[in-house]
């Protein structure tokens, strides 16, 4: 064992070295795992399709060329589908917080009227739905298909973020700062903007990120409501490539010439376009994670302290 | 408590009376759809009124010339499959077309995922007026015209007056509209009626390396095994044969005399000798085919890893020249494939004396047009898929207007194309938009700025009265197709457009789920060695096949094709 002397060196034993020897290799071969792929992204789509076709590219790019990007910047419907990414991912962001950050808030307070049943109100919803024909039947006739709008407003609250929200609204925020607000004249809604706000730092932060990466990577309600290819999110754009793109070539027999030849180019652009648009479409979560990090890691275990 | 408890039960009971009205409001859909579909009875049995006597037609109808479809503007609605490269309905030519010409304005929605539009769409009953390659399947149609009746019916629509195009076709050949009608007589969607002298599947085989071997091209079963031997010395790690189970292997049971052409092709619906068969259950032939399949396994002429191979992995190999022999979806990616590579003829054998394969069995389909109950000019829909039903429309449609054409440009293209030589023979086209580089290929420009739609599944889509203003595209023959596969077509096919009923579905269904699970385990473990391919083994394997049900299976599918097929198209 050994020492714990306050104030000495603590001198690592011969079986704390090889653990800590066992402990890097085991750690950097997650880490290798975790990494790779998405090195391999990034090498593949800088390599020529002739090497990448072939599967000769593992460490280093192969036959250098920056064709994949241009190919994928050159099509305009990708930059229409960031935009739209980015407009839907802000404007649902802010929208599902200001809907889920007041709701938990409102659940914590053990005067609120029928605060139970509210509370289970909400809980149904984590366990029966009304499933897709319902939800397509409901968006029509409010007249939300086929606009940017059902994107945005489709779901407003997750029953899970209400129940992480509201228990570190309950966990870290004592009940004695809000009467001592409330002697000294402050309305609820004060208490909730000058109080509770301020100290929910972190919890905003892990909302905002959990609703920005479910929104980024979103394609399915925009696959069932979303016709109109000026409302399309960047996943539809690269679904359309990349998945409609590979099935181009399969039956070659049944095309005209002129078909032919487009077919066979079309899938082996997508085969080099792939990578390019896996890293394209994630270099955003990318950039932006590294300084949401502290918050994410403290806003995850939230959920397990029970309130 | 007590207070807290009641008002959560209420709370709970609101939750379900809400959800029963949500499936209410669902029930409330389908009556009025019914309702709805009462309407378009009435309309469809009209049209057959109208059919009868040929006045009761609307008078926005044209009926006195060819074009303009309709006297003045109609709308509709149709929803369009959209594949990658094709370009947004606004900027297409056709729909401008349309407007001008046909006097018909769609309001068009394109879809890239069809199965989820349907089932939302037929669920919901929010439907267009036009479903426009779609891909109904056989299934749909009845599920969605015969019993849910939110497709109508279209042969009351088909005659002289509204249908001129199609009846010609249907006057020459009645064989086509006996494939397309379901046992009850009715014709929920249309399709295309393509070419029927090009095969449904095609092979390559690398003939270079036939050369170096001081081979022929292989017309025999040991012929091509002797060629796979050969190739297989060229290198330990050379896989003659590309593809997994269900790509090359198909070529062998061709050999055996399976007229065959689904991926699937072991355990679907198959002709031999004009008999229906499965070729799984088929104890005559399959266990010979069993037999060589193995050896080929045996011998490295298939891959290894037969039964997890994936299509990259195919594509690596045949990119940096592994391989042999390979189906059409592979080549474009061998190096100097119109240089090395030829089309395989397909072989004889032991029990196979004649070499054939089956013609392309999408020559007829009808999966690609159909009209929803909620139309309210169901003429003027037929009227439209009518036009496509000549060839000259067509070709227009499909390749845009000629540069003499212009007053056909509308403002939507700024040039026609040209023929590349004075050579009737050569309808090679010229496109001034690929030439000046705005578009790659001819291909690219098509699907981006003048149809939008994928060609070959709606209409007349080649020259079948040879009487076209318009010189045919050439069928490929790069590989010598034409030369060496064409002679070897054959109608003898069982007919892929199946109407079976309902009840007749789901017991095909059911049995299929567990005959195919059984067959494709005992054919794994056949091939790759784990069971001997003994005479004991085999006939353990069909007494255990037909423990399953699949006599009764095999007896539905030679029941439809001689009670229900055959009839319709004699």
């Known amino acids: 064992m050994a020492s714990h002397k306050a104030g000495n060196l603590i001198k690592k034993t011969k079986a704390d070295q090889v653990f800590d020897v066992f402990n890097i290799l085991i750690c950097s071969l997650i880490m290798l795992i975790m990494v790779y792929p998405l090195y391999f992204t990034v090498i593949v789509s800088l390599s020529s399709p002739e090497a990448v076709a072939s599967g000769s590219v593992y460490l280093w790019p192969k036959g250098f060329t920056l064709e994949a990007y241009q190919n994928v910047f050159r099509n305009n419907e990708i930059w229409v589908g960031y935009r739209n990414t980015i407009l839907y991912t802000v404007a649902n962001t802010l929208y599902c917080l200001g809907l889920t950050i007041p709701a938990a808030y409102v659940l914590t307070k053990k005067y609120l009227p029928f605060r139970g049943a509210i509370s289970w109100y909400f809980f149904i919803t984590m366990y029966f739905g009304g499933g897709l024909i319902p939800s397509y039947i409901l968006n029509k006739a409010l007249h939300l298909v086929n606009t940017p709008w059902i994107m945005i407003v489709g779901v407003g609250v997750s029953c899970y973020n209400l129940i992480v929200t509201r228990t570190f609204f309950s966990s870290n925020i004592p009940d004695e700062l809000y009467e001592s607000a409330y002697i000294d004249g402050a309305t609820e809604w004060q208490s909730f903007i000058k109080i509770a706000l301020p100290l929910s730092g972190s919890i905003l932060a892990v909302m905002a990120l959990f609703n920005i990466v479910g929104c980024w990577n979103s394609y399915y309600t925009a696959m069932i409501y979303i016709t109109n290819q000026d409302y399309w999110p960047l996943q539809m754009v690269l679904r359309k490539i990349l998945i409609l793109g590979e099935t181009a070539a399969l039956s070659l027999e049944e095309m005209s010439k002129d078909e032919q030849e487009w077919a066979i180019r079309q899938s082996q652009m997508v085969y080099t376009m792939k990578y390019a648009l896996i890293f394209i479409s994630s270099a955003p979560l990318l950039v932006i994670y590294p300084f949401v990090q502290k918050h994410f890691v403290k806003g995850v275990m939230i959920g397990s302290v029970k309130g | ?570």
């Open chain 2, 1 to 570: 408590m007590k207070a807290k408890r009641g008002i959560v039960a209420v709370l709970a009971a609101m939750l379900v009376i809400s959800a029963v009205g949500c499936q209410g409001g669902g029930e409330n859909t389908s009556s009025q759809s019914s309702q709805s579909s009462t309407s378009g009875d009435v309309t469809s049995s009209d049209a057959s009124q109208g059919t009868t006597t040929g006045t009761d037609y609307p008078d926005y109808l044209n009926l006195d010339s060819a074009l303009p479809l309709a006297n003045e503007t109609q709308k509709m609605s149709i929803v369009v499959y959209q594949r990658s490269g094709q370009g947004k309905a606004d900027d297409i030519w056709f729909w401008e077309y349309a407007r001008q010409e046909m006097n018909i304005d769609f309001d068009v929605t394109q879809v890239t995922s069809s199965a989820e539009y349907k089932s939302t769409a037929f669920a919901t009953d929010s439907l267009p007026d036009i479903w426009f390659q779609m891909f109904l399947t056989s299934v749909e149609q009845l599920t969605y015209g015969e019993r849910e009746e939110q497709l109508i019916d279209l042969s009351g629509y088909i005659n002289e007056t509204l249908t001129p195009n199609m009846m010609r076709i249907y006057n020459e050949y009645p064989e086509y509209l006996g494939k397309i009608t379901s046992p009850s007589g009715a014709i929920y969607s249309l399709g295309g009626i393509t070419n029927p002298k090009s095969a449904a599947m095609t092979f390559y085989i690398n003939k270079q390396w036939l050369e170096e071997a001081n081979m022929e091209l292989p017309t025999t079963l040991e012929d091509f095994t002797a060629a796979m031997e050969a190739f297989k010395q060229r290198g330990s790690d050379i896989v003659p044969m590309a593809g997994d189970a269900g790509d090359s292997t198909r070529y062998l049971l061709n050999a055996f005399g399976y007229v065959t052409h689904a991926a699937e092709s072991q355990t679907t619906i198959a002709m031999r000798n004009g008999q229906p068969v499965i070729p799984a259950g088929d104890r005559e032939v399959f266990g010979e085919y069993l037999k060589t399949v193995a050896e080929y396994y045996e011998k490295g002429y298939l891959s290894q890893d037969l039964y997890t191979i994936d299509n990259e992995t195919t594509r690596a190999l045949m990119q940096n020249g592994k391989i042999g022999f390979g189906q059409s979806s592979f080549i474009s990616f061998a190096p100097n494939n119109e240089t090395e590579w030829s089309a395989a003829p397909f072989l004889t054998s032991e029990y196979n004396d004649t070499a054939k394969v089956a013609s392309n069995y999408n020559s007829v389909s009808n999966q690609s047009f159909a009209i929803s109950h909620t139309c309210k000019t169901p003429e003027l829909a037929m009227r439209f898929v009518d036009w496509w039903f000549d060839y000259d429309n067509y070709h227009l449609a499909i390749f845009g207007p000629t540069a003499e054409q212009e007053d056909l440009f509308l403002g939507k293209i700024d040039s026609g194309w040209t023929y590349a030589t004075d050579d009737e023979d050569d309808a090679t086209k010229v496109y001034p938009a690929v030439e000046d580089g705005s578009y790659p290929t001819a291909g690219e420009y098509h699907y981006a700025k003048i149809q939008g739609i994928i060609g070959g599944y709606v209409g007349l889509c080649y020259d079948l009265f040879e009487d076209s203003q318009y010189r045919s595209s050439p069928a490929s023959n790069t590989r010598g197709e034409q030369d060496i596969i064409t002679p070897q077509i054959t109608d003898e096919y069982y007919p892929v457009i199946q109407s079976f009923t309902d009840e007749q579905n789901t017991a095909i269904t059911d049995l299929s789920s567990v005959i195919n699970a059984y067959i494709k385990e005992n054919v794994a473990e056949f091939v790759t060695g784990k069971r001997a391919v003994t005479d004991e083994e085999l006939t353990a394997y069909f007494d255990g096949l037909d423990a399953i049900g699949f006599q009764e299976y095999l007896q539905y599918y030679v029941d439809y094709y001689n009670d229900v097929y055959l009839p319709s198209v004699q």
